[in-house]
Structures are given as structure tokens and as C-alpha cells.
């Protein structure tokens, strides 16, 4: 029989019995092997469970000491050096700008195999400002100078990509000594090597905002990411951008020179253009940026944000006041902007360069509006190559976010002379035609004092639709001012004329000219469409552009235009 006698098998059972009791003390009579089964698994699982909770315990603490560490940044010398010079760890940096730090972060084991390159130089990730959603990209100086490599590249691309998807503003944190050689061939040449960066920013330009702090260098092709920024906040002493620094400089060309001159923060500021707010602090560059990104919707298809009205600055000299009688007297125009303002809410924009035209954000009635205003107390606020640069950036930026424009014109024209026309100013006042001809936004032109030439051109004229062309009593709008039109005029005739007569011929034809052009006859000729009393001219503004919000307006149907860059 198969197995065996039935007492065989018993003999077999109580053996099987007998060892399994030596090995189980607590193991139950034979007859109750259903109850110990289940005593046996549970006891096993209880054992398991604890010893994978022990496992995951132990690999949750590894984790967190690995990213503690990957934090901490490079080097405690390259910590001191930092510090030495002022500069903030770009994790306290982030902590200040957002509103509750980094809520996401990517790639922060980016290289981490490496040993000495944590989140191989940089910080990319989401968080808050003012509640809103932003991206974030920080170069890290503590580690290689914040240089390139392969997925510092990779993790710049990747945090574009999701502004994209997000349609949210990016803020590049920027302090780099650039590329590293060692790499350039995984991160310079290819489809998704450096030069992606760029393609990128031309790309989300005008859809997101892209703010640039500039912290440290930004040197060679590095420099370019603040160059396709809509803003760049500059921090003197520290920040820099160059193509080439000063020792190659004089390694190539010979040329010996420090490392301001080459392209420091002032310099930048003041002359290049490529900078548009010195701040002296990291501090004082974060609060800018925060400040700044109030004015502006998140993308391209929202309206700006509106805040609660507040009424203007009190001051105790009205704006008829400050308006000299006299058409060719300096006067400061910030006087008349903060008169017309809500109080506190002008945020200049490249107040250092080209200051013969002022350009701003502020708020008027709670409502952002961006500002273009002659300045007659700098060059009596003559246009140059320059201004038409810093005016037709500025308008092109408040167009691609629905920011309204006013126009406040007094400038007598373009500059002109040959060095202005062998430095282009043809050229370069053609793009500030262009910007102002192709914004869609509601733009309201005032005639403050006068507007002469293709100054009044280039300030929104009656020709170039603007929504209204306003006038206080006092303006003139002419191809050139009276002293330069009688002069033009009847040169001859007065060369002609005994001496003692020539003054007396000069105010009888300049009082001519002056009537040809009054404000009155150019009112009833339909060619401005009010005159506004000075201190009336804020309430005006207020119940124009509200009237204009819901304008909708394409420029022309076409791919692009051909621009007189």
C-alpha cells in the first residue's frame, strides 16, 4: 500500500510533530493545526513588517541626510567667500523672493554621483509670489562659480519648459561664471545644450513675464539670458555681463581694462542699457522684483491685476503751479507724474539710462498703467538714439501684457547733428515709431507743453491712433517752435533789415507762428481731442481709460513686421 501501514504513517506524523514542537515551542496539539497556522503567518508578518518599516526608516533618513547635504551647497570657504562680498546662499535668496520658499523642486540630485557638484550648481523649481505661481531658476556660486554643465543646462531647459505649461512668470537668479569647459560637448553644441536656452526665452517672451536678477557674472554666452529678459535687476559692486572678460580682452585685442569698464553693474546701467535697475543690495533687488511683478498678469492672456485706488501724493504746490509759462523753461517732470499717480505706485524702469525720457510702471486709479515721459530738465528732453531704444522696449513690453499707455509729451524733437545720425538715430527712432504704432493697448497722448518734429510722432500723435490726443492750455504742436521756425523762415529778410529793426521783426513773426499753431485752432481743426485743465488731468485720465479697458484691436494681419533693428 502506497505510503505505507497507517501506523507507519503515524509514526511519520508524530515525528514531523515532535521536531516541528523543538523548533515552535508554542505550537499547538496536532488537532488545532488550522488555529497554529494562522498563529505561526501572523507572528512571520508581524516579524516582516517590522523589519521592512525598520528598511524604509533607514533609507527615509538616508534620503533626507543626502538632500540636507545636496542644500547645504558647495564648500564652507566658498560659503565665507560669499559672504565676504555681500552675497546671500541662493537658498536664502529664494526664501526672500517666494513667498514660503521653494514649494517644488527639481533635479535637486542632478549630478549627484559626482560627489562635489550639488544639484550640479543650480536650483530650478515653483513656488509663490504674492500667492501667485512662478518658476524659479538660482544659480548656486557656491559650487564651480555656479558654472554650466551638461544638467545644469538640462535643468535650466526643464524649468522653462514648465513656465510654458504653466503660463507662468520665470525668474532667472543669476550669478555664473559660465560654461564648463570639461563639458562642452554634452552641453554646448547639441539640441538641447545651451543655445536651447535662449531659443527658449525668445520664445516665452511676451507670452510670461521673465525677470532677471543679476546677482554675480553673467559672463560670455551666459550673458544672454538677462539680455532676453523683460527686466534686469542689477546689483552693484557684484553683478556683471560680458562676452569677454577683461584678461581675454587683453589676451585677443590688447585692450586693458578693469572689470566695471568691461561690464559691471553701473556701467550697464548707465551707458549699455543692458541693465535697467542699480540696486545696492540683494535686499533691496528682490523687493524690486517682487514690487515689479505686481504690475503684470501671469501670462499673456490675463489683465493685469487691479488694486485698491489711492488718491495722489499731497503736495501743496498744484499742477498749474509747477507748469512754467514760458515753452523752453526746464521744469521736473516726476512733479506732474506723481501729482497725476496714485501715491507711492511709479516703479521707474531704466531711471539711469538715457534719463532725457522716463518710463515706468505705476497705477492710476488702482489700474497699472506704463508711462513714456519727456524729461525737460535732462538735454530739454530731446530724443536720442538711446531714449528711442529704452521708449520702444518699454512700450513693446506693456503692449504684450495689456498694460495701458500714456504718453505725457514735451520734446522739442530728435536730436540731430552727425554724431547722432552716423550713430543711427533714423534707425533707432524708427523703433520707437514702430513699438508705439503697433501696440494694441489703450494709449492716451498729452500734449503737455509741446511736441515738435517727429517728437510728436514718436509720443503717440493724432496719426498713430492713439485712443485720445489731449492738450493742457498751454501746448503747441508744430514742426519746430517758434524761435527756430522764424529763423528758418526769414533768415534772409533779417539779414537784410537795418539792426534796430530785426528784434521788433523777429516778435511780430514769432506771434504769428504762435497764433498759426494754438492749441484752440488746433482743437477746432479736430486734430486733439480735448483740452484738459492741469488739475483736472487725472480725474480725465481716469474716466478715459476706463472707457478704453474693453478695447480689442489687431494691428495688421501678417506673420510680423520688418523692424528697423
Not at 461 to 489: R, S, T, Y
Request: charged share 25%; net charge neutral; glycine share 8%.
Amino acid at each position: 500500500m502506497e505510503g505505507g501501514s497507517r501506523t507507519e504513517r503515524l509514526r511519520r506524523i508524530g515525528l514531523f510533530t515532535a521536531i516541528n514542537k523543538t523548533r515552535h515551542p508554542t505550537l499547538l496539539q496536532p488537532n488545532k493545526r488550522d488555529g497554529t497556522a494562522r498563529s505561526i503567518k501572523t507572528r512571520r508578518g508581524n516579524k516582516e513588517m517590522k523589519e521592512t518599516a525598520n528598511q524604509q526608516d533607514t533609507l527615509a533618513a538616508e534620503l533626507e541626510k543626502r538632500a540636507a547635504e545636496i542644500k547645504k551647497g558647495g564648500a564652507p570657504k566658498y560659503h565665507e567667500k560669499n559672504a565676504a562680498q555681500g552675497k546671500l546662499f541662493v537658498r536664502e535668496r529664494l526664501n526672500l523672493l517666494l513667498d514660503n520658499g521653494l514649494e517644488v523642486e527639481d533635479g535637486l540630485f542632478a549630478n549627484c554621483l559626482a560627489g562635489d557638484l550639488p544639484a550640479d550648481g543650480v536650483v530650478t523649481g515653483i513656488g509663490k509670489i504674492n500667492g501667485r505661481t512662478v518658476c524659479v531658476m538660482a544659480n548656486d556660486s557656491t559650487v564651480k562659480a555656479g558654472s554650466w554643465g551638461a544638467r545644469t543646462v538640462e535643468k535650466i531647459i526643464r524649468i522653462q519648459e514648465t513656465a510654458e505649461k504653466l503660463r507662468c512668470p520665470i525668474i532667472y537668479l543669476v550669478d555664473s561664471a559660465g560654461a564648463r569647459i570639461t563639458d562642452q560637448i554634452e552641453m554646448f553644441p547639441g539640441r538641447r545644450g545651451a543655445g536651447r536656452i535662449f531659443y527658449n526665452e525668445v520664445k516665452l517672451s511676451g507670452k510670461v513675464p521673465q525677470v532677471c536678477l543679476l546677482f554675480g557674472p553673467s559672463a560670455a554666452g551666459g550673458a544672454y539670458i538677462p539680455a532676453f529678459c523683460d527686466i534686469v535687476i542689477m546689483v552693484e559692486g557684484n553683478a556683471s555681463m560680458y562676452l569677454g572678460s577683461p584678461r581675454m580682452a587683453e589676451m585677443v585685442i590688447g585692450e586693458k581694462v578693469t572689470l566695471e569698464e568691461m561690464g559691471g553693474a553701473r556701467m550697464h546701467c548707465t551707458v549699455s542699457g543692458c541693465g535697467d535697475v542699480l540696486v545696492k543690495t540683494e535686499e533691496e533687488a528682490i523687493a524690486y522684483a517682487r514690487r515689479y511683478l505686481s504690475y503684470f498678469p501671469s501670462n499673456y492672456s490675463e489683465k493685469p491685476p487691479v488694486v485698491e485706488a489711492k488718491p495722489p501724493k499731497s503736495f501743496d504746490k498744484t499742477i498749474e503751479d509747477i507748469l512754467p509759462e514760458n515753452q523752453n523753461a526746464p521744469f521736473n517732470m516726476y512733479d506732474l507724474i506723481e501729482r497725476i499717480i496714485d501715491e507711492g505706485s511709479f516703479c521707474e524702469i531704466k531711471k539711469l539710462f538715457a534719463p532725457e525720457i522716463i518710463t515706468g510702471l505705476a497705477r492710476l486709479a488702482g489700474q497699472p498703467i506704463g508711462i513714456i515721459a519727456n524729461q525737460p530738465r535732462v538735454k530739454g528732453g530731446v530724443l536720442f538714439h538711446d531714449s528711442a531704444d529704452k521708449a520702444a522696449k518699454f512700450i513693446t513690453l506693456c503692449d504684450a501684457f495689456h498694460i495701458p499707455l500714456l504718453f505725457l509729451a514735451d520734446v522739442p524733437g530728435f536730436m540731430i547733428g552727425t554724431k547722432v545720425e552716423r550713430v543711427g538715430i533714423i534707425r533707432h527712432g524708427a523703433k520707437m515709431i514702430a513699438a508705439m504704432s503697433e501696440a494694441t493697448v489703450p494709449k492716451i497722448s498729452v500734449i503737455v507743453r509741446k511736441a515738435y518734429g517727429a517728437g510728436l510722432y514718436a509720443m503717440a500723435g493724432p496719426a498713430f491712433e492713439p485712443d485720445c490726443c489731449l492738450a493742457l492750455p498751454n501746448a503747441q504742436i508744430a514742426v519746430m517752435g517758434p524761435e527756430a521756425a522764424v529763423n528758418a523762415v526769414y533768415a534772409n529778410k533779417i539779414a537784410e533789415l537795418p539792426p534796430e529793426e530785426r528784434a521788433a521783426f523777429v516778435e511780430q513773426k514769432r506771434e504769428e507762428y504762435r497764433r498759426d499753431i494754438d492749441i484752440y485752432r488746433l482743437a477746432s481743426e479736430l486734430v486733439v481731442d480735448g483740452i484738459v485743465a492741469p488739475n483736472d488731468l487725472r480725474n480725465e485720465l481716469i474716466r478715459r481709460f476706463d472707457a478704453y479697458m474693453s478695447k480689442y484691436m489687431v494691428f495688421s494681419e501678417r506673420k510680423h513686421g520688418v523692424y528697423p533693428v
